[in-house]
């Protein structure tokens, strides 16, 4: 494949930073579409250009033809939700919790939290009570400030927002080489899923897409970027102890210092709208139970088949995905790219957390679109995305709430997905070497 001289990389894009151009080198090295794309240039490198500019199989367009049907459909009910100011919707948890805040009351009390909700015409029957703890008051205080259905405008704004900057910066940071098929990513169902119920989970999103944009370039930013993954910190256990170990090699402890700069920040702020917000959020945990519940989680089911009144069963599965993910970096340490092995650790991080909901999985859109990259870069067909892109609509039109076990498999089929396609462009690569 043919060599890239990353002085011509950055006469070509010299609004991108340097240590994104390193990161897209590494990247590029392990697949077969080279950035540098001059005509004159000819060796085997090329095929995987050309095989991005081939036309799609019949199938493979039908069914991502249906996905964007699906996904249009489930988009405007979700604008229609949002504008109608629905009470009906879990955004409604977060803005009773700013309500509280900003009356100088406690954001996690049951009774409180109820008859708000029901003012805003929430039917569920119970409170649902906010379980993101207090560093998320700075975001959702000023949502108290208004009703709930402008509230709820306001929210689904820059929720819409911040997927289109994600998506956006993960396509620039892999060299804008997936044409309009990044586009697809405003598709998925667990995002869809999070516009119609008002979750974070695209908060969450845009804080790991600016973490993997600016964490060589600019590494205090990148951690202050973290921040939002502390309103799910259950979510990124494996991928915590690798960042730690990966700071230590590295000597990146910039990282460290811009996240711990962010939080106590974050704290100060909760400290001042409630300075008893701490004692309220662990007496809330004790008695919220969250492992009861059923969740669509693997951790979850692995309690169920073995036990179902043993709670300790349902962390074995993140027990076991923390060992994996020190030993997966440790045995590439000196070859480490968040942008490669780093998706797919996100992918099993997220697929073995103790307790999340299928809106949490909103977060695996950047390894959602490197996959896209490899597939394109190896001349594969989009089939097998189109699949497990589309089946999770049908599910959601067809009124199957992501509350239901069937939306177990989504997690293990990315990940399935992405270790097939990975490895179908390695092979390709050792091929053209």
Not at 74 to 92: E, H, M, Q, W
Not at 167 to 179: E, P, T
Request: charged fraction near 10%.
């Amino acid at each position: 494949m043919a060599r890239l001289n990353p002085r011509a990389l950055n006469r070509a894009r010299p609004g991108m930073a340097a240590g994104s151009t390193s990161n897209r080198h590494r990247l590029e090295s392990s697949i077969t579409v080279p950035l540098s794309t001059k005509p004159e240039v000819k060796s085997a490198s090329l095929h995987g250009v050309h095989s991005n500019l081939r036309p799609m199989h019949g199938v493979t367009a039908v069914c991502l033809m249906a996905v964007c049907l699906m996904a249009t459909i489930i988009g405007l009910l979700a604008i229609n939700r949002i504008v109608s100011g629905n009470g009906n919707r879990d955004f409604v948890e977060y803005w009773a919790a700013g309500k509280l805040l900003v009356q100088g009351a406690n954001p996690y009390e049951v009774a409180a939290t109820l008859r708000l909700e029901r003012s805003a015409g929430a039917n569920f029957g119970y409170p649902l009570i906010m379980p993101s703890p207090p560093v998320i008051f700075f975001l959702i205080a000023p949502l108290g400030l208004v009703g709930e259905r402008t509230a709820a405008i306001l929210s689904g704004f820059f929720l819409i927002a911040s997927l289109g900057l994600s998506i956006h910066i993960v396509w620039l940071m892999l060299g804008r080489k997936l044409g309009l098929v990044h586009l697809f990513c405003f598709c998925l169902a667990p995002v869809l899923a999070c516009l119609m119920g008002g979750q974070i989970g695209i908060f969450l999103l845009l804080g790991v897409v600016l973490f993997l944009r600016f964490h060589e370039s600019q590494p205090f930013i990148a951690g202050m970027a973290l921040l939002p993954c502390a309103f799910k910190p259950h979510l990124f256990v494996p991928v915590v102890i690798v960042l730690l170990v990966w700071v230590v090699c590295r000597r990146t402890y910039s990282i460290l210092v811009g996240f711990g700069a962010a939080v106590v920040a974050a704290c100060a702020v909760a400290f001042l709208l409630d300075p008893f917000v701490w004692s309220q959020y662990m007496q809330s945990l004790m008695t919220a139970k969250l492992t009861e519940p059923f969740v669509p989680t693997l951790s979850k089911l692995f309690r169920l088949l073995i036990h179902r009144n043993t709670v300790w069963l349902q962390f074995v599965p993140c027990v076991l995905s923390c060992c994996w993910a020190l030993w997966y970096f440790l045995t590439r340490r000196d070859r480490w790219d968040w942008m490669d092995q780093g998706m797919l650790l996100l992918l099993v991080s997220v697929a073995c957390a103790p307790y999340s909901w299928y809106t949490d999985e909103a977060i695996l859109l950047p390894a959602v679109l490197v996959g896209i990259y490899k597939t394109r870069g190896s001349g594969r067909s989009l089939l097998p995305f189109a699949l497990i892109a589309a089946a999770p609509l049908v599910e959601l039109l067809s009124g199957l709430w992501i509350t239901t076990p069937y939306y177990v498999w989504n997690a293990p089929a990315w990940i399935i997905w992405y270790l097939y396609e990975s490895r179908a462009t390695q092979q390709k690569s050792e091929i053209l070497a």
